[in-house]
T-cell receptor, first 117, second 115 residues
Framework: AQKVTQAQTEISVVEKEDVTLDCVYETRDTTYYLFWYKQPPSGELVFLIRRNSFDEQNEISGRYSWNFQKSTSSFNFTITASQVVDSAVYFC??????????????FGQGTTLQVKP | KAGVTQTPRYLIKTRGQQVTLSCSPISGHRSVSWYQQTPGQGLQFLFE???????NKGNFPGRFSGRQFSNSRSEMNVSTLELGDSALYLC??????????????FGSGTQLSVL
């Protein structure tokens, strides 16, 4: 069965600190996709990144970076020099790499990040 | 380009009633998915529609149903409401041009309260 675990329920940091959000996944599929979404107080989930199981390259986008390690089934997310606007709930998600499987994601429980000024 | 639009934003119903939620996807998007979000269970997949056909379904009872129209707009219906159905219902759309697993664009959700 597929499962995503985000062990950190809440994290509180002071602005400009670096913070890493952990994500561990379980799947028997050899082809799968991993995602990170951000949910601000307004409610809609905002896409951050999509990575397939064959691409283990780390990725950096501005202050955001992602570390994908298949050996430990982890897909961690780091925010460098955090800002108050980064305060939100962050979700890691997994989907099977089957043809026609676009909308079905397995989400972790989410990590609430609070960045204090 | 307008984002995913969900109506209404808030709903209050009583047990036993039924409710219909609406979702208008981004123009050109052909896939619409629905999710239920609760504090206890988190985000759970309900179902996905593509070209007016349900092509994926989560583990929810038959009281939860949906449909998609020819213009890709979607509705979901919950019959015989229970207190546990109180949740934020999120709709998401995607182009679905690739075979699989594209990013989803989410609406702001409908907050349903069952009294």
């Amino acid at each position: 069965a597929q499962k995503v675990t985000q062990a950190q329920t809440e994290i509180s940091v002071v602005e400009k600190e670096d913070v890493t959000l952990d994500c561990v996944y379980e799947t028997r599929d050899t082809t799968y996709y991993l995602f990170w979404y951000k949910q601000p107080p307004s409610g809609e989930l905002v896409f951050l990144i999509r990575r397939n199981s064959f691409d283990e390259q780390n990725e950096i986008s501005g202050r955001y970076s992602w570390n994908f390690q298949k050996s430990t089934s982890s897909f961690n997310f780091t925010i460098t020099a955090s800002q108050v606007v980064d305060s939100a709930v962050y979700f890691c998600a997994l989907s099977e790499g089957l043809a026609g499987n676009t909308g079905k994601l397995i989400f972790g429980q989410g990590t609430t990040l609070q960045v204090k000024p | 380009k307008a984002g995913v639009t969900q109506t209404p934003r808030y709903l209050i119903k009583t047990r036993g009633q039924q409710v219909t939620l609406s979702c208008s996807p981004i123009s050109g998007h052909r896939s619409v998915s629905w999710y239920q979000q609760t504090p206890g269970q988190g985000l759970q997949f309900l179902f996905e529609y593509f070209s007016e056909t349900q092509r994926n379904k989560g583990n929810f009872p038959g009281r939860f149903s949906g449909r998609q129209f020819s213009n890709s707009r979607s509705e979901m219906n919950v019959s015989t409401l229970e207190l546990g159905d109180s949740a934020l219902y999120l709709c998401a759309s995607s182009l679905a041009q690739l075979a699989t697993n594209e990013k989803l664009f989410f609406g702001s959700g409908t907050q349903l309260s069952v009294l």
